[in-house]
Nanobody
């Protein structure tokens, strides 16, 4: 099973920014959809942003206008720019890859592969 590799997490103060990266080793990247998820302590994993194989982008309402998903398909890397962070954004952030077309681009059940996660901590 291919392993996605996230990086870029860290600790910032409220209002700060971070840029997360997700490397996709060895995949024909253009034919897959990918997404970012996060999981806070004692909460379920929730979708944050997705970018599908046709270029369609979806954001969760809670991050619209603050987070930006992008990709460098030549390098097989996906990014998530996090701006105007609040303590409510704290959690482990995971990237996921879906082989099949997505019915719901922000639902974790549709992802086939996952990374190990990168922690984002926002202090008030």
């Amino acid at each position: 099973q291919e392993q996605l590799v996230e990086s870029g997490g860290g600790s910032v103060e409220s209002g700060g920014s971070l840029r997360l990266s997700c490397a996709v080793p060895g995949y024909p990247y253009d034919t897959y959809s990918m997404a970012w998820f996060r999981q806070a302590e004692n909460k379920e994993r929730e979708g944050v942003a997705s970018i599908e194989s046709d270029g369609s982008i979806t954001y969760a309402d809670s991050v619209k206008g603050r987070f930006t998903i992008s990709e460098d398909s030549a390098k097989n890397i996906m990014f998530l720019q996090l701006n105007a962070l609040t303590p409510e954004d704290t959690g482990m952030y995971y990237c996921g890859l879906a082989v099949s077309p997505l019915v719901d681009p922000l639902k974790a059940d549709y992802m086939d592969y996952w990374g190990q996660g990168t922690q984002v901590t926002v202090s008030s």
